[in-house]
């Protein structure tokens, strides 16, 4: 892979565009009016740019890693081990936004809410032998 940062954003707002015709006849892009499925979207991308991040590391098991700082309001940390199919479920129950980015052979993210307003929840993610799986 070449020095390219890759991303992909989960977000609770509608990022879908529609065009209409303004009252002096030129076209107005809007976003969230209607919504044709965009958090599918880009849960696939996210799954892409999972599967490009497990190719670029060889896949050595199935099983990652995820370490979490600065959570919610009291800016916790922890981590929990998962299913490579798992990775996107960092989402919460309110409105949120979560920036994954693939660089190189790392993958990161962080993810803005309520209670993270500065995007102060930052997430890691590293292969794991399959017998750390919860």
Same mark, same amino acid.
């Given at each position: 892979?070449?020095?390219t940062?890759?991303?992909? /954003?989960?977000t609770?707002?509608?990022?879908?565009?529609?065009?209409?015709?303004?009252?002096?006849?030129e %076209?107005?892009? /809007?976003t969230? *009016?209607?919504?044709?499925?965009?958090y599918?979207?880009?849960? $696939?991308? @996210?799954?892409?740019?999972?599967?490009?991040?497990?190719?670029?590391n060889?896949?050595?098991?199935?099983?990652?890693?995820?370490?979490?700082?600065?959570?919610?309001?009291?800016? @916790?940390?922890?981590?929990?081990?998962?299913?490579?199919? $798992?990775?996107?479920?960092l989402?919460?129950?309110?409105e949120?936004?979560?920036?994954?980015?693939?660089?190189g052979? *790392?993958? /990161? +993210?962080?993810?803005?809410?309520?209670?993270e307003?500065?995007?102060?929840?930052r997430?890691?993610? +590293?292969?794991v032998?399959d017998? %750390?799986r919860?």
């Open positions: 892979m070449n020095d940062k890759l991303k992909a /954003t989960l609770t707002d509608c990022v879908c565009e529609s065009a209409s015709i303004d009252s002096n006849g %076209e107005v892009w /809007t969230g *009016e209607d919504c044709f499925g965009c599918d979207d880009s849960v $696939e991308w @996210l799954r892409v740019l999972v599967r490009t991040w497990a190719k670029e060889g896949l050595p098991s199935e099983t990652v890693r995820i370490e979490g700082t600065g959570l919610g309001w009291q800016k @916790l940390s922890g981590y929990k081990v998962v299913d490579i199919s $798992e990775i996107e479920n989402d919460l129950s309110g949120y936004r979560i920036e994954f980015t693939l660089d052979k *790392e993958l /990161t +993210a962080q993810r803005w809410s309520h209670d307003p500065m995007g102060g929840a997430f890691t993610f +590293a292969f032998d017998s %750390e919860d």
